[in-house]
């Protein structure tokens, strides 16, 4: 099987790019995609194949761009909306949160809305309080919608054609620190199938359940630990709603030890979710100590590079609490 | 227009209206009686601009309407057993009683959606009309909003994409210069509404919308302008809600005076005395058609009455797509 290393950014461009081959109703808009290609640069090159027409340059309306796209899944295309930073969804959270999540339902099941809104997401850029925010557990507290962080290229690309051919409203949150990492992708046609978590790592003695950018975090924590004989399994989400429940629970009936991981505040953070779900479940007989959840400092992201660092998890914080849940 | 050598088209939109004011007096009679449940937002008075747009519309052209939107969706031909049972909060309804009053749609008909949220189908419309142009099917689509929507920033950055990009798209702005109990001289310097299209570089005209013939003839008129693909239009529709804003409305920001006046000018009153006036039909011919549009509604009501309630195991139906 061949394959190519290519970037987080590369992976995406591809999945769209390929998409877009094969299907005309894809197609994408955002602010800044075409000539420009795109702030973070995923669009390089799209307009040049396809056309002002496909890779469509909007106005700084997100309210406009993401109805439209909701318009247009409505009416059999399959739209792809870039907003460019996720904190820009709340300006448009009527169209996501009241309209997109809810058309199908209130309309008696009847339309179909094959949309991605594509967004990058995370802190680490000195972009501080207004550019920096990870807002995935408001999106996964709104039914009917789909909500995806990929890690690595391979799962980016994977996703996000599932994301294309799916036929619900899909949030794809990119990491913005992930965009330049690079990893090994098939050259053939491949997509992963949303709503399965992946183990990264597999260990016997406490599973780490994380997601986004906190996944390559635990990984290299993971590393830090085995050399202290602590053997940990890291478990990549990959698709917050759906949730891979079976997988977590599986995981923690193994290992007894569950820390969960995740760049956005703690208080009211998926995390939560996760730690109430595993408790409420067969998992929670098996625990040997209480589950720890790591997340960002109750705050806004502050700007100083010392001040940003400090409010996220990092690899020294991810082994203290593994060895805190193990002691 | 002359009335006489569109007797068939006048008749129907008569019709339409009658359908539409007697499907809401039963919708607040029995919401009266507390048999329906929940809340309902009436048109009554503004059946002209419903009948006289959709009228004007081909078959396959496709509508976003607001929460006050029982007129336009019943005149662009939504089953009113359906529609009737949805309200009813009933399984036989348009959306299996997971929608209500507020969000009716019937995507077959064209119907794209009923809309709660102020505003909130002007951006949906965008896209509608983006599909259309794509597959190059010559649909129109009609967005309908009221006065308030257009103080929404949906409103504002709608008509300047669907300016920009050209889109086949007839906005319709109903304006009963009401906000629910807020006047647009208290939240409007430019109450002019037009006016908030051209500055978009959008053509825009506004009709007596208690004229249904001349909202007819004024949307004709637009919808061949839109399909020739010259770009959106607005047509602000100017009427008067006769009925409150919604269940809970008494009356207290207007004068019975002024609620009495627009009576005076109801739409269904107005075209009954043109046909009277030019001889078109018969007072007795219009009873007929009277007595025809209860008979469709009360069949609606029987229909919706006799219907079964949602099965609670099916709540989860029609959330997600395979």
Redesign the interface.
């Known amino acids: 099987m061949s394959k190519s290393e290519i970037t987080y950014a590369n992976a995406i461009n591809q999945a769209i790019s390929e998409e877009m081959r094969k299907d005309d ?1 894809v197609f994408m808009l955002g602010e800044d995609i075409g000539v420009y290609g795109g702030a973070f640069g995923v669009s390089v090159g799209m307009v040049e194949e396809f056309s002002e027409k496909r890779i469509i340059d ?2 700084i ?1 997100e ?15 399959r ?1 792809i909306v870039e907003i460019m930073f996720s904190d820009f969804i709340t300006v448009c959270f ?2 996501i949160v ?2 997109a999540a809810k ?12 949309f991605v809104l594509r967004t990058a997401a995370g802190c680490g850029t000195g972009a501080a309080a207004q550019h920096s925010q990870s807002l995935e557990a408001l999106l996964c507290h709104i ?2 919608l ?1 909500v995806v962080v990929p890690s690595t290229p391979y799962d980016a690309k994977g996703l996000l054609k599932a994301a294309i051919h799916d ?2 409203p899909v949030i794809f949150l990119e990491q913005k620190k992930l965009y330049r990492t690079k990893g090994f992708v098939p050259d053939e046609d491949y997509e992963i199938e949303l709503g399965k978590a992946d183990i990264k790592r597999e260990g016997s003695d406490a599973t780490i359940i994380t997601y986004g950018r906190m996944v390559l975090t635990s990984l290299a924590a993971a590393e830090t630990l085995s050399k202290e004989g602590i053997n940990v399994e890291v478990i990549d989400l990959r698709t917050l709603i759906p949730l891979d429940k079976e997988t977590l629970i599986e995981s923690i009936k193994k290992t007894k030890h569950c820390i969960i991981v995740h760049e956005a505040v703690k208080t009211g953070g998926f995390g939560a979710e996760i730690s109430a779900m595993l408790t409420e479940s067969e998992a929670f007989f098996y625990l040997d100590a209480p589950i720890i959840r790591l997340g960002a400092y109750d705050i806004p992201v502050p700007f100083s590079p010392i001040l940003e660092q400090a409010a996220v998890p990092d690899e020294e914080k991810i082994c203290e609490a593994v060895r805190k849940s193990l002691s | 227009m002359d009335i006489k050598e569109n007797k068939e088209l006048v008749l129907g939109l008569y019709k339409k209206m009658l359908l539409c004011r007697k499907f809401e007096e039963n919708v607040q009679y029995y919401f009266s009686l507390g048999m329906i449940h929940g809340t309902t937002h009436l048109s009554i008075g503004e059946e002209g601009t419903a009948a006289g747009t959709c009228s004007a519309l081909e078959e396959t052209d ?1 509508i976003f309407v607001t929460h006050r939107g029982h007129s336009d969706v019943i005149c662009k031909g939504i089953d009113i057993n359906k529609m009737m049972a949805e309200i009813f909060a009933k399984e036989t ?4 009683g ?2 209500g009053s507020m ?1 009716i ?1 019937d ?1 077959e008909k064209g119907i ?2 009923a ?3 102020v505003g ?1 189908g ?11 142009k ?2 190059k099917n010559n649909k129109v689509t009609v967005c309908f909003f009221g006065d308030g929507a257009t103080n929404e ?2 409103f504002h ?2 008509m ?2 669907a300016s ?1 990009w050209n889109l086949p798209i007839i906005f319709v702005c109903v304006n009963n210069t009401y906000g629910m109990s807020t006047h647009i001289s208290k939240v409007m310097k430019i109450t002019d509404i037009e006016k908030r299209g051209e500055a978009y570089g959008i053509p825009s005209v506004s009709v007596d919308g208690n004229d249904c013939l001349k909202v007819y003839e004024t949307v004709k008129k637009a919808r061949e302008y839109v399909a020739s693909g010259k770009g959106p239009i607005l047509v602000v529709e100017n009427t008067y809600r006769i009925s409150g804003h919604s269940k809970s409305d008494g009356n207290l920001y207007r004068t019975k005076d002024e609620i009495n006046e627009w009576k005076e000018r109801c739409p269904i009153r107005f075209l009954k005395s043109k046909i009277i006036e030019s001889k078109v039909a018969t007072k007795e011919d219009l009873k007929l058609l009277d007595d025809e549009a209860s008979q469709i509604i009360d069949d609606a009501v029987e229909f919706a009455l006799k219907s079964p309630l949602p099965n609670v195991a099916d709540i989860y ?6």
């Open positions: 109703t909007t106005p309306s309210t406009a761009i993401v109805g439209l796209a909701i318009g247009a899944a409505m009416n059999g295309m739209p009527d169209m009241n309209q058309i199908k339902y209130m309309f008696g099941g009847v339309p179909k809305l094959p039914p009917g789909k036929n619900n | 496709q309804g348009i959306c299996h997971k929608g969000h749609a995507l794209m959606g809309n709660g949220i909130g002007i951006p949906l419309s965008l896209g509608n009309a983006f599909a259309n794509h597959f920033g949906a950055e709608s300047n994409l920009v139906n029609g959330l997600y797509s395979e």
